[in-house]
């Protein structure tokens, strides 16, 4: 070992007991002057030991100081390694979407509502066509503002032709014979809307037959006599006399005694109170009610179809999301083990450190020794002893255990970070199967629940018609 030799003489001075401080130079002449330390002598002398005191202490204090920050940073270490995903938590976040999948089949209250409100409609219209043997596809209605568009076009027409027939003995004219023709109109067709919407359909059914031709024929009779009354009250303008008295009195007298443009009005309101008629009862199915309950029942195969629809998209972003949460655990991970590098580096370093220390604090020792037995030497007149040419090194006092348990962590963790990845790309590979499984079986769910085919829309389903046996057939 190459000993530190200073270049220069220097007070060197020591603290024993750390309350007196000892000049070395003076201490290594007084000594040889009494021939010591003795040429036989194995030990260092009192000087020596006070020198090996002063820095063994200042060693076991830096060595206590780097074991303390050591124990720090193994339990950071330890904590960290606590955190780091295992083979069990990728498999608990497949697990966690079939549990999730699970709980959205068996208690989403939107999805149950949807299909409890399917089944009743659908039973209560096979049990309608069931009881009256109807087994055609029902009308479908036309849009609202069409069916409004096409009355009102019956109005204006039946309002502007009857307009200049009125206009003749009327004190405002135009305008006064148009609010006669436009009541005159509003009456024919709203009647015979109604007409045709409440009652004709009732005809076809067979309970309501006689009492719907009944109410028809009223209808119609009325119809005609307000046509005719209208009729004679025009004829009475014209001839200057505006009561209806004359106009009803007219009308008992000679029911057909109308003139010509009278003829031609009667025309007129007959043909718009039949064509509000058969707008009517053409607006929906000609069984009564049947329309409306297959709109119903449409009603909620839409909804059960929406809801399919969202249900699928929940249960497929469940499966679909298995893979990102698996990316994301194995990025956890490797977040995980980069800063465990971190640590480690830290207590690699903190140990470098203190080896450091230990070899400066060691060096500092042997230049006192040095300086001390140089200057013993020069002054003695006896051989100096055999121990002189020794220079013990200093302990290591510090475990180097910790450190090489977190190499081998470390390398344990590699590994275990790479079966990750691995298992991950299984686990993805595996998802367009499990994908399939999950629409297989969400699609059984439902047929299990229903009998509507979701691949198909069953808005005019042939398999409603009833068979024989009462049983349901394609």
């Known amino acids: 070992m190459q000993i530190p030799i200073p270049s220069r003489r220097t007070q060197f001075f020591v603290t024993p007991q750390r ?22 002598a194995t030990t260092p002398d009192d000087n020596e030991t006070t020198i090996e005191r002063q820095f063994t ?9 780097a074991a303390s920050a050591l124990h720090d940073h193994a339990g950071n270490f330890g904590r960290l390694a606590e955190h780091f995903p295992t083979p069990t938590d990728l498999t608990a976040i497949v697990d966690t979407a079939q549990t999730r999948i699970e709980h959205e089949l068996t208690a989403d209250v939107d999805l149950h509502r949807c299909l409890d409100s399917y089944n009743l409609e659908r039973s209560s219209l096979l049990a309608f066509k069931r009881e009256f043997g109807l087994v055609h ?29 009125f206009a003749q003995g009327n004190q405002l004219g135009m305008l006064g014979g148009f609010f006669q023709a436009a009541m005159i109109s509003a009456v024919n067709v709203g009647s015979g809307f109604c007409v045709g919407k409440l009652a004709v359909p009732h005809v076809n059914k067979p309970s309501n037959r006689l009492r719907a031709a009944v109410a ?4 119609v009779a009325g119809a005609i006599g307000f046509n005719l009354v209208a009729a004679h009250y025009r004829d009475a303008l014209a001839a200057s006399s505006t009561t209806l008295h004359d106009s009803i009195g007219g009308l008992l007298r000679a029911p057909l005694g109308l003139s ?16 509000a008629v ?31 629809k969202t249900t699928k998209g929940r249960l497929l972003s469940h499966e679909m999301g298995v893979g990102h949460a698996c990316d994301e655990t194995v990025g956890r991970g490797a977040g995980t083990l980069e800063a465990m590098s971190e640590v480690l580096k830290g207590a690699q370093q903190l140990v470098g450190t203190y080896d450091a220390e230990r070899a400066q604090l060691e060096g500092n020792r042997n230049v006192h020794w040095t300086c001390y037995r140089e200057e013993n030497k020069a002054v003695r ?16 006092l510090v475990a180097r255990q910790p450190l090489a348990e977190m190499h081998g962590r470390m390398d344990q963790l590699r590994r275990a970070l790479d079966e990750l990845r691995l298992q ?51």
Not at 57 to 65: F, K, S, V
């Open 19 to 40: 309350r007196q401080y000892v000049d070395l130079i003076e201490a290594a002449r007084a000594a040889a002057h009494q021939g010591l330390p003795a040429s036989t």
């Open 57 to 65: 202490q200042e060693h076991i204090d830096t060595a206590n100081a």
């Open 137 to 165: 596809v029902p009308k479908d209605q036309e849009p609202r503002i069409w069916l409004f568009a096409k009355l009102l076009a019956i109005f204006c027409l039946e309002s502007a032709g009857n307009t200049t027939f």
């Open 216 to 219: 028809l024929a009223a209808c």
């Open 260 to 275: 010509f443009h009278s003829f031609l009005m009667l025309a007129v309101g007959l043909i718009a109170f039949g064509a």
């Open 278 to 308: 058969w707008k009517g009862a053409s607006d929906d199915d000609w069984f009564p009610h049947y329309g409306r309950r297959h709109r119903q029942f449409l009603s909620a195969q839409d909804a059960l179809h929406s809801m399919f």
């Open 381 to 396: 007149s006896s051989p100096p002893p055999a121990y002189f040419d020794v220079f013990e090194p200093f302990p290591n």
């Open 424 to 474: 991950t790309g299984e686990i993805k590979a595996h998802g367009p199967r499990r994908v399939v499984a999950l629409e297989r079986r969400f699609r059984d769910f439902l047929k299990g629940r229903t009998a509507l085919d979701l691949g198909v829309a069953e808005r005019h389903p042939d398999h409603l018609r009833v068979g024989d046996d009462g049983r349901e057939v394609a």
